[in-house]
């Protein structure tokens, strides 16, 4: 696409997004919704006026999911990733006092901007940069804290891809078996015909509606599935995640194209565990948690059944948010050991088929990515890659600038294509500028 027609698409993505918040929220920027300042949920017992509920779904809320979403375990039943007895990694500082400064101009638009003015923009809630394995900037906003286990929503995504794409490389998964032969009760649904590869890159022809201000969508349905969202009083549907994945119907091809669906990551979290024996959560902290130096235990979201939400579940700290993402940037090794095979971290970031990325079309601002893994792929010469959720949470990987972001965010707008042009183009800029300083 020309770069005149990428940058007019992704004005009329980012406007149609800001119409749709104007539209459903009383607009505040950052510093006016900030929850500290709101004062959600303090006093014992709060306010009428500022507690914050899941029955009357006020936690996903804006301006209340501020605050939610560094306190998400208050809302939901959990299952913890122990980081076992293994000393806590201490990032080494080098703390940089240019980062604030550093300009870019954002998709869309001939305004520069700052790298600070941007936290506000993405209504940032913690954010951290490593270069070369050191901590080089570091802020926590709002009730945000280092100590705080932030929902990553989508983000679980890579690390439950990072899991099966290791299985792969090690023999114990095979991308080219059907779905039914790990998953048989999947027979009857949308999936029946589709390999695992289809579900590891999300080119699964299902059924399911990802519009998040929808509220009978799929993905919302799914979520009462799971009671990771509220239920009506007369709800007589599917009682887990994995008893709604095979009401799931067929549209379209599989392989013919990207489409991402929240079902899909839930779908490969039971094959995972079909083909292994190992419930998803024990393989995470098995793999991940105990061998990190991770400060904290995390945990995950889990329905009725106990069975982890694999498309959106996870809580953790920012750093060992971090943690994972350098990891992954030294090649899938950490304190001597080979964490995730690098045959594993290869086929991640080589990516998936830019052409049936490009089909789905409902990516304006990332033109010229794939989806590999549940990664999203960058294709520039930085070699980049990323791991995001919706408000804006991500983890983004530039292994040419030895450099890794992690950020949590409460942006009003949960699809990222109302985040990405104040993101992307800031995560660019500073890659070329430690690029730049690493040549020097």
């Known amino acids: 696409m020309p770069k005149k027609a990428i940058i007019a698409a992704t004005a009329l993505a980012v406007a149609a997004s800001g119409a749709q918040a104007q539209s459903e929220h009383k607009q505040l920027d950052a510093a ?9 949920m303090q006093g014992t017992p709060p306010p009428a006026d500022k507690q914050i509920k899941f029955d009357d779904g006020s936690y996903f809320r804006f301006p209340q999911l501020r605050w939610s979403f560094s306190n998400w375990r208050q809302f939901f039943p959990t299952l913890p ?22 300009a870019f101009t954002p998709l869309g638009s001939d305004k520069p901007m700052s790298w600070k003015d941007a936290l506000d923009a993405n209504y940032t809630d913690a954010v951290i940069v490593l270069h070369k394995g050191k901590i080089v900037y570091e802020r926590y906003m709002g009730v945000t804290t280092p100590a705080s286990q932030h929902i990553a929503f989508s983000v679980t995504k890579s690390y439950i891809g990072t899991l099966a794409a290791s299985l792969a490389a090690e023999g114990k998964l095979d991308p080219d078996k059907l779905v039914t032969d790990y998953v048989p009760e999947l027979a009857g649904s949308g999936f029946a015909g589709a390999t695992v590869r289809h579900v590891m890159d999300m080119t699964t022809g299902i059924a399911f509606d990802e519009t998040y201000t929808n509220a009978d969508a799929d993905i919302i349905r799914h979520a009462r599935a799971g009671r990771a969202a509220p239920r009506r009083a007369d709800y007589d549907g599917p009682d887990g995640f994995l008893a709604f994945l095979p009401t799931i119907g067929k549209q379209g091809e599989h392989g013919e194209r990207f489409t991402y669906r929240t079902a899909n990551s839930d779908a490969l979290g039971w094959i995972i565990t079909r083909a292994t024996g190992i419930p998803v959560r024990e393989q995470l902290e098995q793999r991940f948690w105990s061998k990190l130096g991770m400060e904290q235990d995390a945990a995950l979201v889990v329905d009725a059944q106990g069975t982890p939400f694999a498309g959106g579940g996870l809580m953790l700290s920012l750093r060992d948010m971090a943690r994972f993402g350098e990891m992954m940037r030294l090649g899938g090794k950490w304190n001597g050991q080979q964490v995730v095979p690098a045959t594993a971290i290869a086929d991640i970031t080589k990516g998936g088929g830019k052409a049936e990325f490009a089909k789905n079309g409902a990516y304006p601002t990332l033109p010229g990515w794939s989806y590999r893994n549940q990664w999203w792929v960058r294709h520039n010469d930085h070699g980049a890659y990323m791991a995001r959720g919706i408000h804006g949470q991500a983890i983004y990987i530039d292994p040419k600038a030895e450099m890794v972001i ?9 699809g990222n294509v109302a985040i990405d042009p104040t993101s992307i183009p800031a995560y660019e800029a500073l890659g070329r500028l430690l690029a730049d300083e690493k040549r020097n």
């Open 81 to 102: 990733l122990h980081r076992g007895d293994t000393s806590a990694h201490a990032f080494p500082r080098k703390e940089r006092d240019d980062i604030d400064a550093l």
């Open 406 to 414: 992690a950020r949590f965010a409460s942006h009003p707008v949960a």
């Open 32 to 40: 006016e919704s900030d929850p500290a300042k709101l004062g959600w």
